[in-house]
T-cell receptor
Framework: AQSVAQPEDQVNVAEGNPLTVKCTYS??????LFWYVQYPNRGLQFLLK??????LVKGSYGFEAEFNKSQTSFHLKKPSALVSDSALYFC??????????????FGQGTTLQVKP | KAGVTQTPRYLIKTRGQQVTLSCSPI?????VSWYQQTPGQGLQFLFE???????NKGNFPGRFSGRQFSNSRSEMNVSTLELGDSALYLC?????????????FGPGTRLTVL
């Protein structure tokens, strides 16, 4: 079965410092991986995805993520955090060829708090 | 290009009633998926529609149903509402059912069951 784990409920960083939000996944085949962000009372906004190729994926708002197949991880990173980055972040996976069309498996979410 | 729109944004119902939620996907997107978001269970997949056909279904009781129209707009229906159905219901659209396509989410409908 496919699953996603976000081991930290909350991550606190100071503005200007680098941030990392962790994600590990479990699939039996090849994964497609996604990061989304959710602001209060809003839907999810797509940040970036890994399909194939370069393990470092760049996305919106200066975010990037590194795919590590051996560690089955897809951590979200940003070199310099902004207060406006404070939000709820979700990692999601879909297994290539699984037939689970339209279905994303989400982690439980990590709240990012960036303090001025 | 307009994003995914969902109506209504907020709903208050009582137990036993039924409710219909509506979703209009991004223009040109033919796949629509629905998710339920609760503090306890997180984001859970309900179902996906493509070309008016349900392609995939999550582990929800039969009280949860949906449909898609020829213009790709989708509705979901919950009958005989229970307190536990209180949640944020999110609709997402994508170009197709290809595994690598990202989904674009609407703002959600907040359903409160009293």
């Amino acid at each position: 079965a496919q699953s996603v784990a976000q081991p930290e409920d909350q991550v606190n960083v100071a503005e200007g410092n680098p941030l990392t939000v962790k994600c590990t996944y479990s699939v039996s085949g090849n994964p497609y991986l996604f990061w989304y962000v959710q602001y209060p009372n809003r839907g999810l906004q797509f940040l970036l995805k890994y399909i194939t190729g370069d393990n470092l994926v760049k996305g919106s708002y200066g975010f990037e993520a590194e795919f590590n197949k051996s560690q089955t991880s897809f951590h979200l990173k940003k070199p310099s955090a902004l207060v406006s980055d404070s939000a709820l972040y979700f990692c999601a996976v879909r297994e290539y060829g699984s037939g689970n069309t339209g279905k994303l498996i989400f982690g439980q979410g990590t709240t990012l708090q960036v303090k001025p | 290009k307009a994003g995914v729109t969902q109506t209504p944004r907020y709903l208050i119902k009582t137990r036993g009633q039924q409710v219909t939620l509506s979703c209009s996907p991004i223009s040109g997107h033919r796949s629509v998926s629905w998710y339920q978001q609760t503090p306890g269970q997180g984001l859970q997949f309900l179902f996906e529609y493509f070309s008016e056909t349900q392609r995939n279904k999550g582990n929800f009781p039969g009280r949860f149903s949906g449909r898609q129209f020829s213009n790709s707009r989708s509705e979901m229906n919950v009958s005989t509402l229970e307190l536990g159905d209180s949640a944020l219901y999110l609709c997402a659209s994508s170009l197709s059912t290809s595994d690598y396509n990202e989904q674009f989410f609407g703002p959600g409908t907040r359903l409160t069951v009293l």
